[in-house]
C-alpha cells in the first residue's frame, strides 16, 4: 500500500473556480511535505515545502495546509486558470535526506474554460 | 546550464537492447537522482548520488539497471537487456547537498517494443 494516498484521482473544473486537493500519508517519521506540479510531458516543479511546525504555506494562487497529527495535507487554488491543468503531486520525506522521499501517484487537474 | 538537462527526451528501442539516458545537473549541485514514473503514478525512486559515488541504490529494479557519475556531475543511467515493462518516463533530478530543493529534469521517455 501506497504511504501517501492523494485524492481525487483526477478533477475536471471550470475556469475562476477553486479547488482543494488531499493528501494523507501514513509516512513516519515524518520531516517535511512538499507539493509539485508536473504538466505533461515535463518535470515536476516546487511548489511548496512544509516541515511538521508549519500548518499552512502560500505560493500566488496555491495555498497548501498541513496537519501533522492526522496526517493530512491539503492544496487548495483558487480563481484557477488553464494554466493550472496539471498533476500535482504531493510527496512526503520520512527523514530530512532527500533521498527519502515517498511520492503520491498525484491528482490529475483539468481547468475548462 | 540553467536547469537539469536530460538527453535524449524520447528513445525508442527493441527489447533486449541497450540504453542510455543522460542526465546533465544543475552546477554546483551535489545531489543527483533518479526516477522512474509510469503512465499515472508518481515518481519511483532509483538511485541516489552525493558527489560521484552512489550513496543509496536500493531503488533500481535488478541487476540490468546501472547508473554512474564519474566527475560528480553528468549522471548516465544504464540498462542493460531493455524489456518491456521498462517503458516508462525517468527523471532525474539535483538540488544542492541532501536536504531542500530538488530541480527536475524535463525527464526521458523510454518506450520499449
Known amino acids: 500500500k501506497n504511504q501517501v494516498e492523494q485524492s481525487p484521482q483526477s478533477l475536471i473544473i471550470l475556469e475562476g473556480k477553486n479547488c482543494t486537493l488531499q493528501?494523507?500519508?501514513?509516512?513516519?517519521?515524518?520531516?517535511?511535505l512538499r507539493w509539485y506540479k508536473q504538466d505533461t510531458g515535463r518535470g515536476p516543479v516546487s511548489l511548496t515545502i512544509?516541515?511538521?511546525?508549519?500548518n499552512t504555506k502560500s505560493n500566488g494562487r496555491y495555498t497548501a495546509t498541513l496537519d501533522a497529527d492526522t496526517k493530512q495535507s491539503s492544496l487548495h487554488i483558487t480563481a484557477s486558470q488553464l494554466s493550472d491543468s496539471a498533476s500535482y503531486i504531493c510527496?512526503?520525506?520520512?527523514?530530512?535526506?532527500?533521498?527519502?522521499?515517498?511520492f503520491g501517484a498525484g491528482t490529475r487537474l483539468t481547468v475548462k474554460p | 546550464g540553467a536547469g537539469v538537462s536530460q538527453t535524449p527526451s524520447n528513445k525508442v528501442t527493441e527489447k533486449g537492447k541497450y540504453v542510455e539516458l543522460r542526465c546533465d545537473p544543475i552546477?554546483?549541485?551535489?545531489?543527483l537522482y533518479w526516477y522512474r514514473q509510469s503512465l499515472g503514478q508518481g515518481p519511483e525512486f532509483l538511485i541516489y548520488?552525493?558527489?560521484?559515488?552512489?550513496?543509496?541504490d536500493s531503488g533500481l529494479p535488478n541487476d540490468r539497471f546501472f547508473a554512474v557519475r564519474p566527475e560528480g556531475s553528468v549522471s548516465t543511467l544504464k540498462i542493460q537487456r531493455t524489456e518491456r515493462g521498462d517503458s516508462a518516463v525517468y527523471l532525474c533530478?539535483?538540488?544542492?547537498?541532501?536536504?531542500?530543493?530538488?530541480?527536475f529534469g524535463e525527464g526521458s521517455r523510454l518506450t520499449v517494443l
Open positions: 510527496v512526503v520525506s520520512a527523514r530530512q535526506n532527500n533521498n527519502d522521499m515517498r
Open positions: 548520488f552525493q558527489g560521484t559515488g552512489a550513496a543509496d
Open positions: 493528501c494523507n500519508y501514513t509516512v513516519s517519521p515524518f520531516s517535511n
Open positions: 533530478a539535483s538540488g544542492q547537498g541532501t536536504t531542500g530543493e530538488l530541480f
Open positions: 512544509m516541515t511538521f511546525s508549519e
Open positions: 552546477s554546483g549541485h551535489t545531489a
